[in-house]
Structures are given as C-alpha cells and as structure tokens.
C-alpha cells in the first residue's frame, strides 16, 4: 500500500497543483491560459490575502498575549510560535497545507474505522467512543427515503416540519456512437453542442461514467438465449448447439465490461428559498427595511421542492436529447440497484424484487395489510407491512436499510466494503481528485480512462457561476495586468512575455463572457478505482496513473479522505460541505473546457437481443474495455431501418465463420429460418449435424421449386386496385426468368408467344383476376407445372413455326429439373446448393429462389421471419437481370420479414456494382480488403487502417448508425462449434472426429 501512495505523491510532485483553462483560436486548436489567470485570490509577497492576513492577525495576538513578559523571552516565545503559526498555514503536506492535513489526521482519528450492519430491530446505538463499531446505516449510508423515481433526504425541526428538504433522481443516458470513431468535424460540431448545453444551465448537475464487470445474470442478451432453450424441444440438435454456444458465452462474459452513463439532478429547500428571494423585484430602499424589521422566511413546501426538480429534470433531459442521446428516468428498482452498483461497486447487487407474503389481519394495527420482504445489499430480508398488495416497492422506502453494506472499513489509503449475508463480497477502493490538466485537450479525453478496462468510476461535478460575477474578477485580473504593463513601460523595463500572453488570452476570455458565447464553472473530478483485493488494487492503481502521466493530467490520493471520495462518487447530491472538505481549491474551467470531459459512448454495439457475434474492443488494446456483440434484424428494443446485411471482404479474412455464426446463431435463439444458397458447399458440416432440422437440395439435379408459382397470396388482393396481378408477374417476372432459363435475350415474337401461353396455362388452373377477385383463396392453389406450361406452348399461335421449336427445344432440355408435383416446405435451415450447377444458370435459380422465398411469406404468413443468405453474390452481379434481383430483394423483402444476407470475397467489384444492396442495407460486416476499395466507404481513420491491415477475425462492424470493430468469437472451448464453422480443410479433418462425437453422445 505504501508503494502505491508513493507512486502517486511522485505523479503530483513535478506539476503543482491548479486549474487549467482553454482556449480555441481561429484555427480551431485549443490553446492554454494560464492557471494563474483563474486564481482570483490576490497574492502579496507570495501569500494568499488570506494566509497575509492570519499571519498579521497572529502576530499581533502573540504580541498582545506576551505583553507582560520581558524583552528577550517575549522575543523568544512570540518568535518560536509565530514560526509554528506559518509554518502551519505555508507548509504543505501531500498537496494540501500543514493545517488542513492535521485536521484530517484528527479526523481520521475520530472517525469510526470498522461499521457493521445491525438489522432496524436492533435499535440504533449511539457511541461517542470511536473503536466502537456503530451501524454502517447509520455512518456510511446517505439518510433518505425513495419515492417512486425521486429520493428524498430531510431534517425535521421541533415541531416536526421538514426544515430542509433535498429531492434527486438519477437519468441514464446512453449514446448510439463511438466518439473516437467520428470524423473531426462531427466531434467539432459535437463539442459545440455540448458546450450549449453547459451554458443554458443554472444549477448544478451531477455526471457519473462507470465501468464495472459484466453480470452475466443481469444481461438481457443471456437471458433472452437461455429463454430460447425451452423453445427448442423439438429440435434437439439446435438446443445442443445452443448450450454449447452459452457455454462459450459465459466464458468471454467473464473478460467482458459495460460502462454506465448517468446525470444526477437534484435540488433543494434552500435553493428554491433562494430563487424564490432573487425572484422578487425589490429596491434599495427596501432591501434597508428588510434588514431594520427582519422576519421569519415563509417556509417552502414539499410540493415546491418537488416540482422545482421536475422542471430540472426536464430542462436536463432536453439538452441531453439535443445531443442524440437516449435519456431515460431511472424508476425505483433501476435506482437502487444503481445506487448500490456505486456503494459496493465490482458487487454482485440484489435484483430489490418485493416478495409478497400473506395478508395481515392478527391485529387490528395491521388489518388490511400485506406482508412485503426485500432483500437489502446486505443479504439480509427486510420486512415491512404495505396496504398495497402488489408486489412493487411502496413509497418512503428507508435508503439507509435497503441499502447498508454487510461492513466498511477505513484505512488512510484505501476503504473496503463487504455486502452479502456473510460479507463474503469484499471490494477495496482508492479516489483520486484531478487537480490540473494538460496544455491541450482533444474532445472526449475521459474515453480514454473509461476504455482503459480497469473498474472505476468518475465524477464530475459541475456548478455554474455566475456570469455577472466572473466578468467583474476577471477585470480586476486584467486591470492588475494592465497595470504592470504599463509600470514596466514607464520604468523601461521588459514586460514578461507570460504577462503579455495573459493580458491576450484574459481579454479573450473577457469578450466571450460579455458576449454570453462563455460561462465558468466551478468543477470536481473524481477518479475511484476498486478491487478484489489490495494487491489487484495496487496494481490497477499503478496502471491508472501511469495512464494519466502520460495524459499530462495531474492528480492527488485523497489520503485519510477516501470516504469522502467514496461519498462523493455516489450518485446523490453533492452537499455543500463536501467538496470543500476533500478539496480546498475550487478548480474554476470554463464551459469549451468542460465540454471536453463530457462523452457518453458505451462502445457497446449490435442489439439488445439475438446472434452471439464476439466482442467489441473500445480503447488501447491489450487492456481495453471488451464488450459483447448480439445482432437481431428485427430486435423490438433497437429497431433497425431494414433487416438486410452485407459481408464484404477478401478470401480468407473469416467470411464464412462469421457468416455461419450468424447463422446459428439466429436458429439457436428461435429468430429466423434461414435459406442458404451455397455455392462452395460450406454448409454441408451443418447440414450433416443438425440432422432433421436441415434439409439440403442439389440445384444441379432438380429443382423441386415451381418456376411458374405466383409470389402473391390473398392479402395481396386490393378490390379496389384496377391492377391485374397475373399480368404484372408475367410481364414483370415470369418473361425475366424465362429469358434465364433460355440462356439468350427473347425477341417480341418470343415474349409475346411465352406470354399467351403463360396466360393460357395460369387460367387452365383457375389462377386469373376475375377468379381471384371473387375469391382471393384461388391463389392458394397451385400453379400450373412447368410440363402443363410446354404442352400449351406447344399449342399457341405463333408469327413463325421456327420459333416455336426453338423455344420448346429449348427448354425441353431442362424439363428433367422440374418434376410434377413440386412441393417443398422450409425446415429451420434449408440449403440449395449450386457448386455443381454451370456458372450461366446461377441468375436463373436465383431468380427461382427470389420467387419462392416470396410465395412462402405470401403464403404462410409473417409467424417467423426469414433469413436468405445469397453466398458470393459477385457472381451475380456480373447478369444485369440477377442484379436487378437482388437489387428488388434488398429493397423490398423488409416488408415481407425478409433479411436478405449478401457474401462477397470481392470487394473491389461488389462496392461499385452492388452500390445498391449496400446502402439498402443496415448492417456492414466488411472485412479485410485492399485501401483503394476501403477508401470508397468513407470511413474513420482508425477503421480504414483496420480493413488494410487484413488480420483474420477482425471486422468493421456497421449496425445502423453505429460503427466499431469486432473480434468474431472463436468458440476456444467448443471443439463442436469449431468444426461446424470452420472451412479450413486441417481444421476440419482435426475436429470432425471430436465434433461427431460430441454431438452423438449429447444425444
């Protein structure tokens, strides 16, 4: 522990502590002002006013109280002591003065070293003596009471009114992009608006960033995955692959962290006393006879306080909306819950659910009553009685009871708190004040201490002052540095060129404040960083100031203060006396200068819900903040503009891992169906593994799907609209994949011939739009077959017999594909496999497929959605009907509940002739690929030099507006997983056999 507090006096010793401003010039560059420029206290002989003046004040009492003793030891004692006096007032200790660090120490001494938690049945026991171990409710727990989203914390007086009343809620705001990952001008645009925000506010405002472990129990992802299980029943093989895939989950969950963004709002009795005063228009002459015939305040009401707060709450929640942010009112599980996450941080925290017991009528003091039980953060179940007989909190629920630790203890340089039933959860804690800032600051600098992967937790808090005030100190500042200009110039002497400086940039400041384009805010930035044990958090301590060294930011061990640092970072209202018991300097900044500290990325990417994809890594790498990655193209909580998703990149770089991960993974949690058209037979491991839930089809031998199917049903029918479906698909579609299927371009003659005998053969079985408008269930019956289709075409009138046999000839050759009675049903995975097929028939399946998937919807309905994955689509890109098919798909089948999945190994071709798939698309996984064709997407620096690095596994992750990268999961401890995704042939010839198995004696 020693060498930790040496560590960080080191850390302080070479930058004396003092605040920092900045300034931006023309070019947009932050530029420093001198701290000294913000330091409005006059310096005389270089000694505070205060420290000139308690040193005069304690010289003339020592001459006073030695006055009747002689000369020479009057001399003596008046000189020996006033040495003791300035040396306690000018000797610093640990970065604060001699005085202040014997009254801590003298605090310290004082205060209670070990609390424990008693139950409320114990009664509360006060003890004077402080080796005496008191309630940690008591001591270490603000005092208060929830109601609903708002806590409340009061003194009564003797008479039982409220004579100071303080009420806060806690927001939780959530951003939907990577700071560090947005271009220049965007975070220039942002930072603006921040510093607009910062301005408008006249009260203080709380911010909290924490970064804590992943609780796999509390992730929405896991438990929606464990909830998939039970739906699986009928598909034992999926339900084994989903355990498998759990088990993997909760493995990478371990090295995974979340970071929480909130604002703490909070306002109190005296401040509404106070706007009340400012509030009413009175003169000088009044203010005299207030002061002659003083009278007793109106005392505010609750009501009052209260809906000061919403107005704050309110007035908040829009600046922070203006930010494209998500702002949401914690209710009262979430608050405690949060507020216990920051009490006992790095803990496993209870879920505060209400356990309803049975109805009380023993007596008549609880007749009428419900019995209620809550498990507190101590472990322990607290029972209340509650006219209410639903199972939610009631309101005035004590704080202090729910929320006690199990036992805290104290120590000079770091505290502990242990929550559970047994104190079998203990966590250490060490908070650190930031006392100055570097020369220059980049917007969002503070990601680069909330990625740094270690627990912690900083607070800001921010206080608004005054413009009125601020501009008459800063022109006392210039007129003192006026002064001296002009003195040194009439003394012919030269004027120090940090005095010109601060003369430029004070009259800077200065014409900001007057032109309200600036405000001062007076600042608190707290850093707490915990651990498991004290080793760990020497450890992390060491890292997290070496970081800071070379961020130039100065910072001081808040030493015999660090419960007051605990205190401070809890997400309450900062009282009036605790910033200036942990700091004595107040840190004045102005707002482009705070608006650097706010950022609110969470880095975490993806959906609430669906496929386990990997994890995102925000920050340096080696020790970064690594979050997980789930995708559901129809997620209800994030709703995407459209389901479709493209998989760009070069051979090799993980294309088909990643895409049969997604794959799995959709049919693991019950999402989709998916229907694969493989062309490399990729799929083939799976389709052997999930046995009857798979069903694969060699396109090169037949085609069990009806060429001639009409992709519509009956809710496709409008009598109101004139339009003849059957002519639409016929003139639209049919002709197209005709004219495919014939392997040449159709002359009028032949599309003319084709289409009669189309027509003819639809309404031989009934399928044309007076039938369908009688009765829109024709379209349920099945079309004519593809045989039924030559026999009439071998009937209809045409301009030249010539062609006729052209065409009959023609597609007599590939009748064979087409068997009568083609029915064909979609398992949960469906593969057309077309790796034998010749290259020129792949846009006529395509065109097959297109047609069937949207006869399917048509037909079946939207009960699940659907998945349709197109493997190498560069192949079809090169036909201009192909194209224009997946073009319509991309487009189109959102409607339908289709995600169409788009796979290219050549990103080059693919980005300049599947421009359309792409921006019709709200999902990217681009992988590896050369800087000429990342360049055209136009994306950050950071991930532009990812895709041209081409490392396997590692993408560039787009999920509608959200952009990050992604290290795909590896499935280390699922050998089965492996070996169905890998396409490696070493990798599969290795695994196989430990694949089979597995999956033989799981079933």
């Known amino acids: 522990m020693g060498q930790g507090t040496a560590a960080c006096q080191t850390a302080e010793q070479p930058c004396p502590p003092g605040p920092t401003a900045m300034l931006k010039d023309r070019s947009g560059t932050h530029r420093a002002v001198p701290s000294q420029l913000l330091q409005f206290e006059e310096r005389i002989f270089g000694m505070t006013l205060t420290q000139l003046l ?65 139950p409320p049945s114990a009664g509360a026991v006060h003890h004077l003596w402080p080796r005496v171990d008191p309630a940690a409710s008591q001591h270490w727990v603000p005092a208060g009471e929830l109601r609903g989203s708002i806590a409340r914390s009061g003194t009564r007086g003797s008479d039982g009114r409220i004579t100071a009343l303080t009420c806060w809620a806690i927001l939780e705001l959530r951003s939907s992009s990577m700071l560090r990952l947005l271009p220049q001008h965007e975070q220039e645009q942002l930072l603006s608006r921040c510093q607009r925000f910062l301005d408008g506010l006249s009260f203080p405002v709380k911010l909290l960033w924490i970064v804590e472990p992943l609780d796999p129990a509390r992730d929405p992802a896991l438990e929606a995955q464990q909830q998939a299980l039970d739906q699986l029943d009928a598909w034992p093989q999926l339900q084994h692959l989903q355990r498998e895939s759990l088990q993997e989950q909760l493995h990478q969950h371990a090295h995974c962290s979340q970071i929480r963004h909130l604002a703490v709002v909070s306002v109190s009795s005296h401040e509404v006393a106070r706007s009340r005063q400012e509030d009413q228009d009175s003169s000088q002459l009044q203010h005299v006879f207030a002061l002659l015939t003083p009278r007793r305040p109106r005392p505010v009401a609750e009501v009052e306080v209260e809906r000061a707060l919403r107005i704050r709450l309110a007035t908040v929640k829009s600046g922070l909306e203006a930010l494209d942010l998500q702002v949401r009112l914690l209710d009262a599980r979430a608050f405690l819950s949060t507020f216990a996450s920051c009490l006992a941080p790095g803990t496993s925290v209870p879920s505060f659910e209400v356990e309803l017991g049975p109805h009380r009528q023993e007596s008549r003091a609880h007749a009428g009553r419900w ?40 120590s000079a340089h770091a505290l502990s708190v242990s929550v559970g039933d047994h104190a079998q959860q203990r966590r250490y804690l060490r908070t650190y004040e930031v006392r100055g800032l570097p020369a220059e600051l980049s917007y969002g600098w503070l990601e680069g201490l909330t990625s740094l992967g270690i627990p912690l937790i900083v607070t800001l808090h921010c206080q608004p002052l005054p413009s009125r005030i601020m501009l008459r100190r800063l022109e006392v500042q210039r007129t003192r540095l006026e002064s001296q200009r002009l003195a040194d110039r009439k003394a012919l002497r030269l004027t120090r060129a940090d005095v010109e400086l601060e003369a430029t940039q004070l009259r800077a400041l200065i014409e900001a404040l007057a032109s309200k384009t600036l405000t001062f805010h007076s600042i608190q930035l707290l850093l707490a960083v915990h651990a498991s044990t004290l080793e760990r958090l020497e450890e992390r301590t060491r890292y997290l100031l070496a970081h800071l060294r070379d961020q130039q930011v100065r910072v001081r ?88 998703i493209v998989i760009c990149g070069e051979s090799g770089m993980g294309k088909s891992w990643l895409a049969k991960t997604l794959i799995l993974g959709l049919l693991c949690t019950h999402t989709a169906d998916v229907v694969v058209l493989d062309r490399d037979g990729d799929y083939d491991a799976i389709h052997a593994a999930l ?40 003139e639209q579609h049919l002709l197209s994949g005709l004219a495919l299927l014939y392997g040449e371009a159709l002359s009028r003659a032949q599309e003319a011939a ?78 057309f496999a077309i790796g034998k097929l010749d290259k020129r028939w792949y846009p006529f399946m395509n065109y097959v497929i297109h047609n069937f998937v949207q ?78 064709a990342a360049q055209r997407l136009q994306l950050p620096e950071e991930l532009e030099r990812l895709l041209a690095e081409a490392r396997p596994g590692r993408v560039v992750f787009r999920c509608g507006r959200e952009l990050a990268p992604l290290d795909v999961v590896t499935y280390r401890h699922s050998p089965l997983l492996q070996a169905l995704l890998t396409t490696d042939p070493r990798d599969r010839q290795r695994l196989a056999r430990v694949g089979r198995a597995q999956l033989s004696g799981s079933l």
């Open 754 to 831: 084709l289409t009669h005998a189309a027509r003819l053969a639809y309404a031989e079985r009934g399928l044309h739009m007076d039938a369908i408008r009688r009765d829109p269930q024709v379209l349920l019956q099945e079309p004519p077959t593809f045989s039924a289709f030559l026999e009439v075409l071998r009937t209809v009138p045409t301009a030249s017999e010539v062609q006729r046999e052209m065409l009959v000839e023609r597609f007599d050759q590939v009748a064979y594909l087409f068997t009568e009675h083609m029915t064909l049903t979609l398992t949960p995975l469906t593969i």
């Open 54 to 118: 308690l040193s005069l004040a304690a010289g003339v009492l020592l001459l006073a109280l030695t006055g009747g003793m002689p000369f020479v030891p009057r001399l003596w004692v008046a000189g020996v002591s006033l040495s003791g006096i300035m040396l306690l007032l000018h000797g610093r200790v640990g970065g604060v003065s001699l005085v202040c660090w014997l009254y801590l120490l003298g605090r310290f001494w004082w205060l209670p070293k070990q609390a424990r938690f008693r």
């Open 557 to 644: 061990a808040l030493a015999y203060r660090h419960d007051l640092g605990w205190h401070a970072c809890l997400p309450a209202p900062m009282t009036h006396t605790l910033p200036v018991a942990i700091s004595q300097e107040g840190t004045t900044l102005p707002s482009d200068v705070v608006a650097t500290c706010l950022s609110w990325s969470n880095g975490r990417v993806g959906t609430p819900s669906g496929a386990y994809l990997g994890t995102s890594r925000q920050g340096p790498q080696g020790a970064a903040v690594a979050l997980p990655v789930y995708l559901n193209p129809w997620d209800d909580t994030k709703r995407l503009p459209n389901p479709h």
């Open 691 to 730: 046995g009857g839930a798979s069903q694969r089809i060699n396109l090169a031998g037949h085609c069990p799907i009806n060429p001639l199917e009409l992709p519509y049903g009956p809710g496709d029918v409008d009598l109101a609209d004139p339009v003849d479906l059957v002519a639409e698909h016929i």
């Open 855 to 932: 006869r399917y919807r048509a037909v079946h309905g939207g009960g699940r959605y659907l998945a349709y994955i197109v493997e190498e689509a560069s192949y079809l890109l090169e036909h201009p009907e192909s194209r224009r098919y997946l073009e319509a798909g991309a487009r189109g089948f959102r409607k339908l509940g289709i995600a169409q999945i788009t796979i290219s190994q050549h990103p080059a071709d693919f980005l300049e002739a599947g421009q359309v798939v792409l921006a019709n698309s709200s999902t990217w996984f681009l992988l590896g690929m050369q800087r000429q």
């Open 371 to 410: 019995m209620k039980r809550l498990r507190g953060l101590h472990g322990q179940l607290l029972s209340y009685a509650s006219p209410r007989p639903q199972a939610t909190l009631d309101p005035g629920l004590p704080l202090a009871e729910v929320l006690a630790p199990s036992a805290v203890e104290v």
